[in-house]
DNA sequence: CGTATGCTCAAACGATCGTTTGATTCTGCC
DNA sequence: GGCAGAATCAAACGATCGTTTGAGCATACG
């Protein structure tokens, strides 16, 4: 037994920083083993390999924002007082949170270096993962945005798409203030996303 | 001599479009050396290193780009009757141009992996080679949105930007009815991303 | 206790990387 | 023509990569 945690996930933790920071090719199984204490051998041993270890860095938090994001959406979608902004909010929040708590900023950089890299088998194996997220929320963006016809909608989501994207990718980054609490901070942050999101999204 | 194009021009070249699709540590100088023509030690000797290969990528298309979008921005900047959407086709215009005349959409993509990617000596070589026409742009975008303050332009500069770079990007992908011509094509696009730009700007 | 199973370990494998070397060829100028 | 400097070439360098191996250790079960 191990020090508190299981070398499975003290790998993909340490894999996630490292990606982030050093890149998908960039980090190495020696760095990345060194940096979570186990054996070089470990990652072939638990993951079959270095690609199938990306996967799993990207599947466990690609499923619980998912899920979280689909719950959020669920609450409001189809329901005639929704508006464009509680959409935005339940893409939005959950991507938000997942990079405040613990290193989970992390994961929203491998996220957009991922977007970044035009890889063909990672490309696929993200719509596989995250496709049908994407075809949930654009279905009710149609709703909501009926004066869009379908070319113009999937061009303001991807548009979208990326600024967000980039946007989370740099919230490390981000400067808070110190009388500002980390709640706030996080509320501020979003509200500002989704009224630039709602303007890109529904300006005539 | 070579075949109608220098060696230098020839790797320059290659390399715009192996990095594009591989990435800077992805595209292996055998690759690169074998796609252009020339002999291994051909990158070493013109450019000195692998990095400055990078660098010399950036800086052949960078220049002509900034070039033309300054001069763009200096026919409308401080005038009365400029609109925010004249001082955004001055910015996006030039790099629709780059990105559809020969090879120019690679580059393209090139930028937005330099984006994903925090490398730190990269990022210092973008912003002394793009930093002052980022900083025309913001003293423009401040002088025609004085109800913004400091901190939300940026922020919402720091959005378009990332939008902009991740279409951009695609480019290459987006499909071009036969019907339309290339140069229609272009306006259209431009249209899309300079209102999507203005709306996110904007907003109130 | 003995053994089977899951895991960890140091060491080595072949492959590929960026870079360097020294010889060879090409080019322009006297 | 001959020579100097630039350019190209095949070959090798040391380093590092992902992966594999086989022995060693731990734990659990009969």
């Known amino acids: ?37 186990v054996n070089l051998a470990a990652v072939n041993y638990h993951f ?20 979280h994001r689909l719950a959020e959406l669920a ?5 005639p007082a929704t508006r ?16 405040h708590e613990g290193n989970g900023s992390l994961f929203m950089r491998v996220l957009a270096r991922a977007f970044a890299e035009h890889d063909d088998t990672l490309r696929q194996f993200l719509s596989e993962n995250y496709g049908h997220v994407m075809k949930q929320f654009t279905a009710e963006f149609a709703r909501l945005l009926p004066h869009l016809d379908r070319a113009e909608l999937y061009w303001r989501i991807d548009l979208v798409t990326g600024a967000l994207t980039h946007a989370m990718s740099g919230f490390g980054m981000i400067q808070r203030k110190d009388d500002v609490s980390e709640q706030q901070h996080r509320e501020q942050t979003a509200a500002h996303l989704i009224r630039f999101a709602a303007a890109g999204l529904s300006h005539p």
């Open 1 to 37: 037994m191990n020090s508190s945690t299981s070398t499975k996930e003290r790998i993909l933790t340490a894999a996630e920083a490292l990606f982030a920071q050093r890149g998908f090719d960039g980090a190495s199984l020696r760095q990345l083993t060194s940096a979570a204490g």
């Open 48 to 67: 079959g390999s270095k690609e199938k270890l990306v996967e799993q860095v990207f599947k466990r938090r690609l499923d619980a924002l998912n899920q």
């Open 75 to 79: 609450k409001v979608a189809g329901k």
């Open 84 to 99: 464009l902004e509680d959409v935005l909010a339940a893409y939005i929040r959950p991507a938000l949170e997942l990079s």
